[in-house]
């Protein structure tokens, strides 16, 4: 069964750094688009970044502070969140695209997702 499954969730103060994974199983990531999005309570789900070959992405609320990466080794996309703030506090997904073509920040361009896990900014 083809699966992303996020990892790495979890409450952190304002300021502190989180590290999401996106291990894939069932497919060689390496041949897929990933894109990371979010959705907070009662609020549509947004694009955070996006990695696809050779394309990387970031939605303007980023601001620099999250890192997006590939480990090719361990069949993982990650992403790297560091000066987090409370407004960062959402359910945080990755979903993934058999795609040669770049990557999208939508949504719909994505077939597989994962689960979600939460990510809590508070003090």
């Known amino acids: 069964q083809w699966q992303v499954v996020e990892s790495g969730g979890g409450l952190v103060q304002p300021g502190g750094s989180l590290t999401l994974s996106c291990p894939a199983f069932?497919?060689?990531?390496?041949?897929?688009?990933i894109g990371w999005f979010l959705q907070a309570p009662g609020k549509a789900r947004e694009g955070v970044s996006c990695?696809?070959?050779?394309?990387?992405k970031y939605s303007s609320f980023v601001g620099g502070r999250f890192t997006i990466s590939r480990d090719n080794a361990e069949n993982t996309v990650n992403l790297q969140m560091s000066s987090l703030k409370p407004e960062d506090t959402a359910v945080y997904f990755c979903?993934?695209?058999?795609?040669?073509?770049?990557?999208?920040?939508?949504?719909?361009?994505?077939?597989?997702w994962g689960q979600g896990t939460q990510v809590t900014v508070s003090s």
């Open positions: 990695i696809g070959d050779g394309t990387i």
């Open positions: 069932g497919l060689t990531l390496e041949d897929y688009a």
């Open positions: 979903a993934a695209v058999f795609s040669q073509d770049g990557c999208s920040e939508y949504a719909s361009y994505y077939r597989l």
